[in-house]
């Protein structure tokens, strides 16, 4: 009898470990055994059973891994390549969750880049507005905006220093210039979005009245006079996306 019930546990044992591995063996399925799997497939819009999507000779595991695009022959890195042409690089598309090679993932007649310029979810045909919303850390020096739960980006800027804090809390955008001038300071502070009554602002790096920028090596470095400095570039992205009234979080 006791031979008999050991039997049964050994039974049992062997159908759970049976069913574990093949719950397994689907989550880390690798149809193609191109190093990519199934559901990091879809991700990188590669063909599940194609182990070179863009037949260039290069495995879609081997290109995914060094940041290239499987969807593209000519070797173009990820962050360069925009295999569906809406807009958003291939690298973009991983980030917010759309299909690299569909320009339109949600299929709802908006492109991706249209949906997310608006926001709206390029994942879902709902046409309800996603919040906007930019966060700073200042121990972090980072500033990083979000539409809902997409993340949209995240740069290095330079805050307040010691004798000039940036203010901490909950603000929205009030508003915004392409080139404001700072009577104070005597220099341009250019793509301005103003908060706490407009005496803050985030903007580029400041520039003298003779052209000159300050630094971008002070980005990542608390040295402002109490602004959020941002890169080249990178303010002029934040200031096209921002509409007035946009959230503002900035934590300690
Ligand atoms: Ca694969
Ligand atoms: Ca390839
Ligand atoms: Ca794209
Ligand atoms: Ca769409």
């Not at 759970?16 to 819009?45: M, N, P, W």
């Not at 595991?61 to 295999?83: F, H």
């Not at 290095?156 to 804090?165: A, L, R």
């Not at 109490?226 to 946009?246: F, N, P």
Request: hydrophobic content about 30%.
């Amino acid at each position: 009898m006791p031979y008999r019930f050991l039997y049964v546990i050994f039974l049992m044992c062997v159908v759970c470990f049976g069913t574990t591995l093949s719950v397994y063996a689907r989550t880390v399925q690798d149809s193609d055994e191109d190093g990519l799997q199934d559901h990091d497939e879809i991700k990188y819009g590669t063909d599940k059973n194609n182990s070179d999507s863009d037949g260039d000779g290069y495995r879609d595991g081997i290109e995914a891994r060094n940041g290239y695009s499987p969807l593209s022959k000519k070797g173009v890195r990820l962050r360069v390549a925009d295999s569906d042409h809406d807009g958003l690089t291939d690298e973009e598309e991983l980030l917010f969750g759309t299909d690299p090679a569909n320009a339109d993932t949600d299929e709802d007649g908006f492109s991706d880049r249209k949906e997310l310029e608006k926001g709206y979810n390029p994942l879902s045909t709902d046409r309800k507005k996603l919040k906007k919303r930019i966060e700073v850390d200042i121990s972090e020096q980072r500033l990083t905006y979000y539409l809902g739960d997409i993340t949209i980006r995240s740069t290095q800027v330079s805050t307040g220093k010691q004798s000039t804090p940036t203010p901490v809390g909950e603000f929205a955008i009030m508003n915004k210039s392409p080139r404001a001038w700072s009577r104070i300071a005597k220099l341009w502070m250019p793509y301005w979005m103003g908060f706490a009554g407009g005496k803050y602002g985030l903007h580029e790096l400041p520039e003298w009245p003779g052209g000159k920028k300050e630094g971008a090596n002070h980005l990542g470095i608390p040295v402002s006079g109490g602004c959020v400095r941002l890169g080249i570039g990178e303010a002029k992205k934040i200031y096209d996306w921002t509409s007035i009234g946009t959230k503002l979080i900035i934590r300690k």
